[in-house]
């Protein structure tokens, strides 16, 4: 698919989000003066469009630096929000990139159960056998038999060995024996399923901890990126589920998905500037080619309404 395409598969998938921004901004500034009065009225649009109450802040305070006091149109203040937001989201904008002097270059891939990181694994494979690269996955969800049917299904598909272990099996024994045959056959990389079963969060700490163990036992670097995969529509249960991953382990960056089924796509700027983590790609389908890196000005534009600049 064309990166144009995906820009209006985005655009479509975020249209939720940016008709209940785009009527609120409208509907508050229709050749108004920036007043205070309006940017507070502006300042509760946006966090109730889960931007996050930090990134709301920053907005406003720049549209009161730059702006207050003046006559603005509603499509005037979506081309400054688009702005701003997108200065919010590019340092974020990093994608997940492979050191080719690791062989292979570990991915362990977190998240609560449903985020659709096991579709995410997926996708990554997929993307990374079209540009030549031997790919190994470990089904380390073993608590779900459906998980490791889906990445058998996704290696017969991309041509990606696939390393899985019995039901309810000991999920560090699959990474072990994973990382040991990706090292083996020269794989670029190893991307390792985990379970996210938050509710019991000692045990998922436990066992997150002792797949790290293991993984060092071949290599002490490993793992060396560690995404966390969250669903957009759960909204500012995203800023939960970083907050507890980061204490269970060292997040390298995130993976925000079905942001074309959500009408909170503003959570993603309130994970960028609550976490300044790097947010790896972003999915707008069920589609392989539907996970794409994160574009900020894109994004921004899209989620407000702006046309595209």
Do not use: C
């Amino acid at each position: 698919m064309a990166l144009g395409g995906f820009f209006s598969r985005l655009k479509d998938g975020l249209s939720r989000s940016t008709q209940r921004l785009s009527s609120g901004i409208t509907a508050v500034f229709t050749k108004r003066h920036l007043d205070d009065a309006a940017l507070e009225e502006l300042e509760e649009l946006l966090i109730s469009a889960d931007l996050g109450t930090a990134a709301a802040n920053k907005v406003i305070g720049s549209f009161r630096r730059s702006r207050f006091g003046k006559e603005v149109t509603d499509i005037e203040v979506k081309g400054a929000l688009a702005e701003e937001i997108g200065k919010i989201l590019a340092p974020v904008a990093q994608p997940l990139t492979l050191d080719a002097t690791l062989k292979p270059h570990v991915i362990l891939v977190v998240g609560v159960n449903g985020t659709g990181k096991t579709t995410t694994i997926g996708k990554l494979a997929q993307a990374y056998r079209e540009e030549g690269k031997a790919v190994t996955i470990a089904a380390g969800d073993t608590f779900r038999a459906a998980a490791i049917e889906q990445l058998q299904i996704w290696g017969e598909r991309t041509g990606a060995t696939v390393i899985s272990g019995p039901i309810n099996g000991d999920a560090a024994g699959v990474a072990y024996e994973a990382l040991k045959t990706a090292r083996s056959a020269g794989s670029d990389v190893l991307l390792i399923d985990t379970a996210g079963r938050l509710h019991n969060k000692a045990a998922l700490m436990d066992e997150l901890a002792k797949i790290v163990r293991v993984l060092r036992k071949i290599d002490h670097t490993a793992p060396h990126s560690v995404v966390l995969v969250l669903d957009a529509t759960t909204g500012q249960n995203a800023v939960q589920q970083v907050a507890v991953f980061k204490d269970m382990v060292a997040v390298t960056g995130l993976v925000v998905t079905k942001l074309d089924g959500s009408a909170r796509g503003g959570i993603v700027v309130a994970l960028a500037e609550d976490f300044k983590l790097p947010i790896y790609a972003v999915g707008v389908g069920e589609q392989a080619n539907d996970l794409r890196p994160f574009d900020p000005m894109d994004f921004a534009r899209s989620l407000i309404g702006a046309d595209p600049g």
